[in-house]
């Protein structure tokens, strides 16, 4: 089976998490590192912000980190190496090999056409679908394999969110479009 291109499918944010070090003293390197903010009344780990690539990181002292706003691979690649070097340069010890892993990708699309979100609960009725418009304009769609979760917009934008590769978003969004047809 070919696999079907989806030219308007754009990464909108990749969240990557995991463990950098076996601990990390958080007052170190906010002191050391700039754009690092440390304020422990209001977030129990640091916060730092990188700009090139423009991704924020939650540091933890138990040597865990999450990875947000970051657009692609390589940046994720970019951005954990950085991150390490500042550490090193701080005088904190890290893994050679660092253990963090993508969580969590979240795309949209443009379907090209309206959604009558009504209609696909009628014809599709299952229990994993959620559409209450009166407290969220989209229809919520649970993908049980890949697990994703797809938000459909009337106008035909989607947005799914929980994959951990590009592959399982592609799949969900298959899998989505094939029970989308018999309806549109």
């Known amino acids: 089976m070919e696999e079907k291109q989806y030219e308007s499918l754009k990464i909108e944010n990749i969240v990557a998490s995991g463990a950098i070090a ?9 002191n050391n590192i700039e754009n690092c903010e440390l304020n422990t009344k209001r977030f129990p780990g640091a916060v730092y912000r990188m700009e090139n690539p423009k991704i924020a990181s939650l540091i933890f002292s138990s040597g865990k980190v999450v990875l947000t706003g970051i657009r692609d691979n390589n940046s994720l690649e970019v951005g ?8 090193k340069e701080a005088g904190i ?19 090209g056409n309206k959604i009558n979100l009504n209609k696909v609960v009628m014809t599709l009725s299952l229990e994993n679908i959620e559409y209450e418009p009166e407290q ?18 009337s106008s035909g934008k989607i947005i799914l969110t929980g994959g951990k ?4 978003i ?15």
């Open 165 to 168: 590769n590009m592959e399982d």
């Open 22 to 30: 076996d601990s990390i003293d958080l007052e170190v390197i906010s």
């Open 93 to 111: 010890a890290c893994y050679d090999e660092p253990r963090v892993a993508v969580t969590n990708i979240v795309c949209s699309y443009d379907i």
């Open 136 to 153: 969220f304009p989209g229809l919520v769609y649970r993908i049980a394999d890949p697990k994703i979760v797809a938000l459909l917009f």
């Open 80 to 87: 954990l190496k950085l991150i390490i070097g500042k550490m």
């Open 170 to 184: 592609k799949r969900g969004l298959a899998f989505l479009e094939q029970k989308l047809g018999s309806i549109m």
